[in-house]
């Protein structure tokens, strides 16, 4: 698994940026893996955005919570059945993340990581050493800034799942390629 998964949400682009060109760029700054939210998309307009993103060379595409032929795996979330295939799963407690393991998941975000303006007033920051000796790569989500990531990765983090500092920014390939330097 790669240190850096960057989790969509168009809605958060500035003004003119379109996502797939957005994610395009991000891949040449470095990015390896996008996790699609969008689920706010009729099926067949996030099935065809799923597709354009896994056309995309050198980039794994993760369906959230939404299996898509297209794509290369899936992000359950924290309640939603186990599946067939590669998958992993939204956490929120070190818990969640023995549960994900024993169930066959391939990774695990575990939130919220630092406060985060994507959830205002959403729960507190997990208590230090909550990344400590997890049974599978988990990454740390919720509030991360390339200033953050380092320190989730010294924290015991696997990596780092972005969404905000990423989408938000005038440049989001800078600030991707600003976190894999930072990630290694």
């Known amino acids: 698994m790669p240190r850096l998964l960057l989790l969509t949400d168009r809605s958060q682009l500035r003004l003119g940026r379109a996502l797939v060109r957005t994610v395009e760029e991000c891949v040449r700054a470095g990015l390896r893996a996008v996790v699609v939210r969008e689920h706010d998309l009729v099926p067949a307009s996030r099935a065809a955005l799923v597709a354009d993103l896994a056309a995309i060379d050198g980039l794994t595409v993760i369906s959230s919570r939404v299996p898509d032929p297209a794509a290369h795996g899936l992000h359950l979330a924290a309640?939603?059945?186990?599946?067939?295939?590669?998958?992993?799963?939204?956490?929120?407690?070190?818990?969640?993340?023995?549960?994900?393991?024993?169930?066959?998941?391939?990774?695990?975000?575990?939130?919220?990581?630092?406060?985060?303006?994507?959830?205002?007033?959403?729960?507190?920051?997990?208590?230090?050493?909550?990344?400590?000796?997890?049974?599978?790569?988990?990454?740390?989500?919720?509030?991360?800034?390339?200033?953050?990531?380092?320190?989730?990765?010294?924290?015991?983090?696997?990596?780092?799942?972005?969404?905000g500092a990423v989408m938000r920014a005038e440049e989001p390939a800078a600030v991707v390629a600003d976190l894999v330097e930072v990630l290694g």
């Open 79 to 163: 309640d939603q059945p186990v599946c067939d295939g590669w998958f992993g799963r939204s956490c929120h407690s070190v818990a969640d993340v023995r549960r994900a393991a024993a169930t066959g998941a391939a990774w695990a975000t575990l939130s919220p990581y630092a406060p985060t303006p994507s959830k205002p007033g959403y729960g507190p920051p997990l208590p230090p050493g909550a990344y400590d000796d997890l049974p599978l790569p988990t990454y740390a989500l919720g509030g991360i800034t390339p200033g953050r990531a380092a320190a989730a990765r010294e924290a015991g983090a696997h990596g780092v799942a972005v969404m």
